[in-house]
C-alpha cells in the first residue's frame, strides 16, 4: 500500500509488446525525477519542509514538483510558458502549487529565457526560495535508480538492453543507461531528438508542424551528457504521430508524441541490435487527443516510414533520420556553460546555468521501492 499518491505513479509498469520489444510505460514519468531530487535536498539539508521550491516547466514537470511539493509538505511556484493547459492549471491550483504564465512569445527560445528570466527575479526577492533547476542539475538523476531496478530485475542476468526514449533535460535515459551499465549490464542508448532541437545539432531544420514538447530544446542543458549516446534519432511530428496512432491501434496503449516516436525508433533498433528493445512512453496520450487522436486518419502507415541514414549532421533531413552518435561530444552550439552562482541569476542568454561542478550521480539515494507505504 502506497502512502501517498507520488508514490504509485512514480514507478513505471513494464508491457511487453513483442517478443524483444517492451514498453516501459509510465503515467507521468517526470514523478520519479521530482521524488528524488527533493527527498535528496531534504536528506541532505539542502531545503526543509515548509520551504518553496521554484523552476520554470511547460507543463509536465510542474506537475511533478507540485505532486513532490505536496508529499513532502512543501510550497511549489511554477513560472509556466503559454502552452500550460486548463486541466494542468486547475490541478496545480488545488494541490497548492502557484502558477504565472510569461507573456506569449514568437518562438520557444524566447520563452525558455523569459521564464528564466522571471526565476532570477523570483530569487532576488525571495532567497529563501530553491531553484530545481531541473535542466542542469543533476540530483534529477536520482529518483531513475529505482527504475533502473525495476528494469534490471525484470531480465535475465545477462540480457542486453537497447534503451530508447526522448532526450529532453537528459535525466531519464542518461540516468536509466548510467545505473543499468554500473550494474555489468549492456546498455545501447538510443535518444530521440525532434528537428530543430539544439542539444544534437538539428537548430537548422525546421519541422513544419510543431516541436514535439519536451525531448529537444532551443537552449543548452547542463544534464545532457552527450558521451553516454550511441544513435540519435531525429524524428517530425508527423512521424511521431504515426508511432502513437500504431501503438494506440495495434497494443492498446495511449500514449502522447514522445512515446510515439520512441515505439517508431524501437521497431527499427529491432533490426541493429541484440537483447531486449525497451522504449519509454513518459506521459499518457491525454494531452493529445485533438493534435494527434482525433487527426488518426491523416497519419501515415507505420510501416511506411523508413529513416534516414546521416553520416554528419549536414545530412539530416525531414521527416526521419538515424545516426550513430558512438558516444560523441556536444555540438559547440549545445554546451552548457557556467556565468552564474548556482542559485543565482545566469547572465547567459536567458539558459538557466549548469552547476560550477558536476557531482557524482552514484552515489544518491534510491527513492522508495514500488512495495513501500
Not at 531534504?42 to 507540485?66: F, K, M, P
Not at 526521419?320 to 554546451?335: E, F, K, L, S
Request: net charge negative.
Amino acid at each position: 500500500m502506497y502512502g501517498h499518491i507520488a508514490d504509485a505513479t512514480s514507478l513505471p509498469d513494464l508491457i511487453r509488446i513483442q517478443d524483444k520489444l517492451v514498453c516501459v510505460r509510465f503515467e507521468t514519468m517526470k514523478v520519479v525525477s521530482a521524488l528524488g531530487a527533493v527527498r535528496y535536498l531534504l536528506d541532505q539539508g539542502h531545503v526543509r519542509r515548509g520551504d518553496t521550491l521554484v523552476d520554470s516547466s511547460s507543463g509536465i514537470y510542474a506537475y511533478a514538483l507540485a505532486l513532490a511539493c505536496h508529499r513532502y509538505e512543501m510550497g511549489c511556484h511554477i513560472v509556466g510558458s503559454t502552452t500550460v493547459d486548463p486541466v494542468l492549471k486547475a490541478q496545480l491550483a488545488v494541490l497548492g502549487a502557484t502558477l504565472e504564465q510569461v507573456r506569449p512569445s514568437q518562438n520557444l527560445k524566447l520563452d525558455q529565457s523569459l521564464r528564466v528570466q522571471r526565476i532570477a527575479e523570483i530569487l532576488k526577492a525571495n532567497p529563501s526560495y530553491h531553484w530545481m533547476r531541473q535542466y542542469h542539475d543533476d540530483i534529477h538523476y536520482a529518483g531513475y535508480l529505482a527504475v533502473a531496478d525495476v528494469i534490471d530485475a525484470s531480465l535475465p542476468p545477462t540480457e542486453a538492453i537497447a534503451m530508447v526514449g526522448g532526450v529532453g533535460s537528459g535525466a531519464s535515459t542518461g540516468a536509466l543507461a548510467t545505473f543499468l551499465r554500473e550494474r555489468g549490464r549492456s546498455v545501447t542508448l538510443v535518444g530521440i531528438q525532434p528537428f530543430g532541437s539544439i542539444t544534437f545539432g538539428s537548430e537548422h531544420i525546421s519541422d513544419p508542424a510543431i516541436i514535439i514538447a519536451g525531448i529537444g530544446s532551443s537552449i543548452p542543458f547542463g544534464n545532457v551528457s552527450h558521451a553516454l549516446y550511441d544513435t540519435i534519432h531525429w524524428v517530425s511530428f508527423d512521424a511521431a504521430r504515426a508511432g502513437s496512432i500504431d501503438l494506440l491501434r495495434r497494443h492498446a496503449i495511449f500514449a502522447g508524441l514522445s512515446t510515439g516516436a520512441a515505439y517508431l525508433c524501437a521497431r527499427w533498433e529491432q533490426h541493429s541490435v541484440d537483447g531486449t528493445v525497451m522504449f519509454i512512453a513518459a506521459d499518457t496520450g491525454h494531452r493529445y487527443v485533438e493534435t494527434v487522436f482525433a487527426r488518426h486518419h491523416d497519419a501515415p502507415a507505420l510501416d511506411s516510414l523508413t529513416p534516414r541514414s546521416a553520416a554528419s549532421l549536414a545530412d539530416l533531413a525531414l521527416p526521419w533520420t538515424r545516426m550513430n552518435w558512438a558516444g560523441a561530444p556536444a555540438p559547440a552550439a549545445a554546451v552548457a556553460h557556467s556565468r552564474g552562482e548556482r542559485d543565482g541569476e545566469d547572465e547567459s542568454d536567458g539558459a538557466d546555468a549548469p552547476p560550477p561542478s558536476t557531482p557524482s550521480r552514484s552515489p544518491m539515494p534510491a527513492p522508495t521501492s514500488r512495495s513501500s507505504c
